[in-house]
């Protein structure tokens, strides 16, 4: 089934590790992003790709990096985390559907740093 | 960029009530208005969506309102059921492809 797929669904680590967060759409989407979520809810856009070798940052910013090698797999890395990096990242993909532009979220990777 | 802003961030009714969650934006430019819904523990889901050549748009139990002139936007739901409990968002675009989100309303339906 075509869809945008998140690993790890939850992840805790310690201060200093290195993650990487996958996120994998199987619905040939150009466009893909990075939202991080907050315990408040808000949603925030932390990063996009308009394509292979496009990333762009978003409105929040980010010690987070991330990569667009293929169309389908767009992974986000944090080199060291850190507590304040404690939250859930959502990953998106969107297409073309009457005129506008819809987004399609995966499930979701809730970080915890200790 | 845009700015969203989203009321309220907790909204209770008695389910068969109506509920209206209300949204302005910053950017006159912004063009397309979509709401999601985020039930406990899942990913958010575009629920209803209008277009800026568009004044109102129904699908159901769902309305939503947009008034350019004010830059605001609403989601209205008659009738409520138990299953409408969940966050909303509301979301406003330009002709890029970023979405800026409000913060969100945290809906409950009193049974």
């Known amino acids: 089934e075509a869809d945008i797929y998140q690993t790890p669904r939850y992840l805790v680590i310690g201060t200093g590790k290195k993650i990487t967060l996958e996120c994998s759409q199987t619905m040939g989407h150009d466009k893909m992003y990075w939202y991080q979520q907050d315990p408040g809810m808000e949603l925030h856009l932390i990063h996009y790709?308009?394509?292979?070798?496009?990333?762009e940052k978003g409105d929040l910013s980010s010690e987070s990096t991330v990569s667009r090698i293929r169309t389908e797999h767009f992974p986000l890395t944090l080199e060291s985390a850190r507590p304040s990096h404690t939250s859930q990242y959502l990953c998106?993909?969107?297409?073309?559907?009457?005129?506008?532009?819809?987004?399609?979220f995966g499930a979701g990777s809730r970080l915890t740093v200790l | 960029g845009e700015n969203v802003e989203q009321h309220p961030s907790t909204l209770s009714v008695q389910e068969g009530d109506s509920a209206v969650i209300k949204c302005t934006y910053s950017?006159?430019?912004?063009?397309?208005f979509p709401w999601y819904k985020q039930e406990l523990g899942k990913r958010p889901q575009l629920i209803i969506d209008i277009r800026s050549n568009v004044g109102e748009k129904k699908d159901q139990r769902i309305a939503v309102t947009l008034n350019k002139t004010a830059k605001h936007f609403s989601l209205h739901i008659t009738e409520t059921q138990p299953e409408d409990s969940a966050v909303y968002f509301c979301a406003a675009r330009k002709n890029d492809y970023k979405l800026s989100f409000g913060a969100g309303t945290t809906v409950t339906v009193r049974a």
């Open positions: 790709s308009y394509g292979v070798n496009s990333t």
């Open positions: 998106a993909s969107s297409e073309w559907v009457s005129g506008a532009n819809v987004l399609t």
């Open positions: 950017d006159s430019a912004s063009n397309y």
